[in-house]
């Protein structure tokens, strides 16, 4: 027999206001990050394990997938759920700032608010080794003294952190007290689960935008799981909410498609008939050239400094690829 709050995560209540845009839902029991993956259920069944710890969680993930979610979720599961839920996302921070902004250095810092709460510091891969070292240490002198501390929960973006760097990490904080990593995979990895978000985020969105849609057709759901997501969850929400706004499948898919799906690899494209070997690889180059800049443009939240960092190219050669290639967020 489930609980009305159980009840309330498989259903969730429509309501004319904006509702959140999370995807863990607390229940009497820890039903969250909506999945029928195998991998994404054997982590959500360790962040419950690990929930109400003093354990550092590693949320480790490309972006979009619910990383800042998670960690409120884990807060809320825990015994600290009444006390301060402080975040520093670091890519929305200087990086020369990032130290004052956690220790205040006499001005009161994201650490000294958090008290006894949980500090969510998003993007670790941002901060310098010294600052990551510095944290790390911070948190093990108050646990050796038994002062109060905050439980940290740190995010990085796939793939800016991996290996050995992040292998480092985790030792590091092992040291610091432990810690538990905790990976989420990319939504085109678990196309099986876009049904399931699809109609969560449907009935979420529909009645404040008024639209009667409550289900989506078969033929559209099948279209979703072909595409390949490089915004993850995050993006599949921002489309079905314009989707919901217009009521038009032909215009997502147009939209859609022009992005390319996960059919759209090379090998599953035949040279048209009469196209020259030349202009048949041109057309292939192009094509990978505008995904994965859009990929990098995605993983960079629009930064097209970093994206084109990230990418070993110029800024201005970016500048130029996005106008060729007509991207847009």
């Known amino acids: 027999m489930k609980s009305e709050k159980?009840?309330?995560?498989?259903?969730p209540e429509l309501t004319t206001e904006m509702p959140s845009s999370g995807y863990w839902e607390i229940g009497a029991h820890p039903n969250y990050l909506l999945s029928v993956s195998e991998t994404v259920i054997v982590a959500r069944e360790r962040l419950a394990q690990v929930a109400d710890t003093s354990l550092t969680v590693v949320l480790y993930g490309e972006r979009g997938v619910g990383k800042e979610v998670l960690a409120h979720g884990i807060h809320n599961l825990s015994s600290?759920?009444?006390?301060p839920f402080i975040a520093l996302n670091a890519y929305a921070v200087p990086r020369a700032s990032i130290d004052r902004e956690l220790f205040g250095n006499g001005y009161g810092g994201k650490l000294e608010t958090a008290e006894d709460g949980t500090l969510y510091v998003h993007g670790i891969e941002l901060l310098e080794p010294e600052v990551r070292q510095r944290l790390a240490e911070w948190v093990r002198d108050r646990v050796r003294t038994g002062e109060h501390a905050p439980r940290v929960i740190l995010s990085c973006e796939a793939p800016s952190m991996a290996g050995e760097e992040l292998e480092n990490?985790?030792?590091?904080?092992?040291a610091a007290g432990g810690a538990v990593r905790v990976e989420i995979p990319p939504l085109r990895e678990r196309p099986e689960d876009i049904p399931l978000l699809a109609t969560h985020i449907v009935q979420?969105?529909?009645?404040?935008?008024?639209?009667?849609?409550?289900?989506l057709r078969?033929?559209?759901?099948?279209?979703?799981?072909?595409?390949s997501w490089p915004g993850n969850t995050r993006e599949l929400e921002r489309v079905l909410r314009r989707f919901l706004v217009i009521e038009d499948e032909e215009v997502i898919r147009g939209e859609l498609g022009d992005k390319g799906t996960r059919s759209d690899d090379l090998e599953d494209d035949p040279v048209e008939p009469g196209l020259s070997l030349k202009d048949a690889v041109g057309r292939a180059v192009a094509r990978v050239e505008k995904r994965e800049i859009a990929r990098a443009l995605e993983r960079a939240r629009w930064n097209k400094k970093r994206a084109a960092a990230d990418l070993r190219i110029s800024y201005k050669s970016l500048l130029n690829k996005v106008k060729e290639y007509e991207i847009e967020a």
């Open 169 to 174: 990490l985790q030792r590091m904080w092992l």
């Open 6 to 11: 159980e009840l309330s995560f498989m259903m």
């Open 218 to 227: 078969g033929s559209f759901l099948g279209f979703l799981q072909a595409y």
């Open 80 to 83: 600290r759920q009444s006390r």
């Open 204 to 215: 979420k969105f529909g009645p404040f935008y008024n639209s009667k849609i409550r289900v």
